[in-house]
């Protein structure tokens, strides 16, 4: 042992300690790797430090050229992002194509958005940006001060080096291809109630369908098979157990009608009726419920003859069809909503008014004290 291992009780170092910052040296000559070619050495900025290794500039007109290309990249981001809101506008979803027209154009709008705004983002990094290498040697947590300061020093400069202060064409178009993305969650939230009204506005449009609508003008609305926009007589659908899914005539294809209207029609015989089924609201022993089942929304469509039990699938939700619909098991919080019908001179089935509360999920009807008092498992 050295007189200074049994100094200090350490073995002596064999190569003095590297500083932060620096690059590793050899582990069998000890000597430092050469610098990048072209790299200025930093001598006096890190006191007589030799062959420290610093970014290497681009060239200059190699930049100039890239600078353009990514200011394209970022105004086709912005001009993508405004297709993006506009389509989203533009396109309603009311029908099939209409549908697929917006799921077309919104998703092509925003993967050129995103892909121009990565090209732009990759091009200023790879090809304007200064190249250079650093090694950094693990350090305690808590730095020092004089370490603070150099990696300030550091943020200052790496600023600098990148070419967003000195660049105005790359900042100001970076700064307008982001601009849209702001604007964006503002028209998706207002998308929930596109008329601006308050949010007990919302829920009273929620409460009525163009069942009501239409019955009120004193033009009942038929009731017609789904798929096939078949009307349905009342004599033909005379088998006791039979189940029908069926939507208002004239808006077979209006998805945004359909989400509240679609209903399901159910044969009964007279005595398997139970004191919860509204039989003024029934015709010759059909009964028409709401298909959305009272959960979340799913359609509560699958049917158990022998036991009269509305299934919906997604939760196992299940309504007593002879009983009004009301709820036998699962989370659903109130029964599926009954809708009033008839026949018309000429004995098709229609519907005489609107559902008495509103369709859907519990939560719409805030008012409703059975659906919070078991939402709230059971305490009011």
């Known amino acids: 042992m050295t007189d200074n291992e049994h100094e200090t009780g350490q073995p002596e170092r064999r190569t003095p300690p590297r500083v932060i910052g620096t690059p590793l040296s050899d582990p069998l000559t000890g000597s430092l790797p050469e610098p990048l070619p072209g790299a200025e050495t930093a001598g006096d900025d890190h006191d007589g430090d030799p062959a420290v290794p610093r970014a290497v500039p681009q060239d200059e007109r190699k930049a100039r050229k890239a600078e353009k290309i990514a200011a394209l990249c970022f105004m086709l981001t912005f001009a993508a992002l405004v297709a993006f809101l506009v389509a989203y506008v533009r396109f309603q979803v009311g029908g099939l194509s209409a549908t ?17 705004l990565a090209s732009g983002i990759v091009i200023w990094v790879r090809q304007i940006m200064p190249k250079y290498e650093m090694v950094q040697q693990r350090h305690p947590m808590a730095s020092s001060a004089d370490v603070r300061a150099e990696i300030a020093a550091t943020f200052v400069s790496g600023a600098a080096e990148s070419g967003i202060v000195k660049r105005r064409l790359l900042r100001r178009t970076l700064l307008l291809a982001a601009a849209p993305l702001g ?26 369908t163009v069942w009501g609508e239409k019955a009120k003008e004193g033009k009942p609305l038929r009731l017609v098979v789904e798929g096939t926009g078949q009307p349905i007589r009342a004599a033909d659908f005379n088998s006791p157990g039979g189940i029908l899914s069926v939507v208002p005539e004239g808006y077979e294809h209006d998805l945004n009608v359909l989400a509240k209207a679609t209903v399901i029609l159910i044969k009964f015989r007279p005595e398997e009726f139970k004191p919860g089924t509204n039989l003024n609201w029934t015709h010759d022993g059909i009964v028409a419920y709401s298909k959305i089942c009272t959960h979340v929304g799913c359609p509560a469509a699958l049917y158990e003859q022998t036991t009269h039990h509305i299934l919906c699938p997604c939760h196992q939700s299940t ?3 002879a009983d009004g619909a009301k709820v036998v098991f699962g989370p659903a919080a109130r029964p599926l909503p009954q809708l009033p019908i008839g026949v018309d001179e000429q004995g098709y089935l229609i519907a005489l008014g609107d559902f008495p509360t509103p369709v859907g999920p519990s939560y719409w009807e805030r008012g409703d004290a059975e659906a919070r008092v078991r939402e709230n498992g059971g305490h009011s």
């Open 100 to 116: 697929g027209a917006s799921h077309i154009a919104l998703g092509g709008a925003l993967t050129l958005a995103l892909l121009a």
């Open 183 to 208: 604007l964006a969650p503002l028209v998706l939230l207002r998308d929930l109630d596109s008329t601006g009204a308050p949010v007990a506005q919302l829920h009273k449009r929620l409460a009525h």
């Open 319 to 321: 309504f007593d069809a």
